[in-house]
């Protein structure tokens, strides 16, 4: 496959990327240290003076409300039902939050399983949130501790699953702008997502939001192609974080586009892709961003 590099003199000067201001983003709030995508999450990450951008994930309920959860189907690893009891393995999950109203959404528990893949994580007795209710939890706390937080917030959506799993990338587009412009934080948000469809909406309809490409697997490295299946130049390229090299930094710089990878969990790993130059790194473990 090849890697599109772009010679010297194309490169266009961006000054605002080669600065030294690391965009330090805590995934889904910091999921190894806490439960993921919850209100308290977000507000203990807040403490760690380096975390800049709280990074999350979002779905719609029945009644059209804005969640904050990576699932569209309540995920058996973090989820206690209402009746205290597990999903099992074995069992048919019906629980589509596309297909739950949101009084019936909170009453599921996703803080208190542990989680085997982050075994430190604390546990505690928390539901989904809304993004209203977190937006609103995040800038009460930045007032009081002199902090406004940026968000990078990721629309969930998967082509063939509209109107079963989630709107269709107009309407849940709108449903989130709509939030965030109410919000009033709409300077300080980023909208990312896999899926090009809300990408191309938000460029159409919402040329002033900054956008965030995720990709993912060794194609990544193939900047170029991946700009002419989305069509436009987004504001962040957000790789997959094993596939980014030099080359790949360099391209995204030359282009104008911050590039941010995901999601990195080890301080090795860390250092290398800020040796590369990338302007930004979503880990799991936000405790690992230190000089």
Not at 36 to 62: F, G, H, Q, Y
Not at 89 to 106: F, G, P, R, S, W
Not at 262 to 282: E, F, P, S, Y
């Amino acid at each position: 496959m090849a890697i599109h590099l772009l010679t010297s003199c194309a490169v266009i000067s961006v000054s605002s990327l080669n600065s030294n201001n690391i965009d330090y983003q805590a995934h889904r709030g910091g999921r190894g240290l806490m439960p993921e995508n919850t209100i308290p999450a977000m507000l203990a990450v807040m403490d760690n003076k380096k975390v800049r951008t709280l990074e999350m994930d979002l779905a719609i309920t029945k009644d059209q409300l804005v969640v904050v959860s990576h699932d569209p189907i309540l995920n058996p690893i973090i989820t206690t039902q209402p009746d205290a009891s597990f999903i099992q393995a074995k069992e048919i999950n019906n629980n589509t939050i596309y297909q739950m109203d949101y009084a019936q959404l909170k009453k599921f528990d996703v803080g208190l399983k542990p989680h085997p893949a982050f075994p430190g994580q604390k546990k505690l007795a928390v539901a989904i949130p809304t993004l209203s209710d977190l937006i609103d939890s995040v800038e009460l706390k930045g007032v009081r501790i002199g902090r406004k937080m940026f968000y990078n917030i990721e629309i969930k959506s998967v082509e063939g699953k509209d109107s079963i799993e989630h709107p269709y990338p107009n309407e849940f587009v709108n449903l989130v702008v709509n939030l965030i412009e109410k919000k009033n934080i709409i300077t300080r948000t980023t909208i990312q997502s896999f899926d090009l469809r809300p990408l191309k909406v938000l460029h159409q309809q919402y040329p002033n939001i900054k956008t965030a490409y995720l990709v993912e697997g060794k194609n990544t490295a193939d900047v170029k192609m991946k700009m002419d299946l989305l069509g436009f130049t987004p504001t962040i390229y957000s790789p997959e974080y094993k596939y980014v090299t030099k080359e790949v930094v360099n391209y995204c710089h030359a282009h104008g586009m911050k590039i941010i990878p995901w999601t990195v969990n080890n301080k090795k790993d860390i250092d290398a892709l800020l040796a590369l130059g990338v302007d930004g790194l979503i880990s799991d473990y936000p405790n690992l961003f230190v000089d």
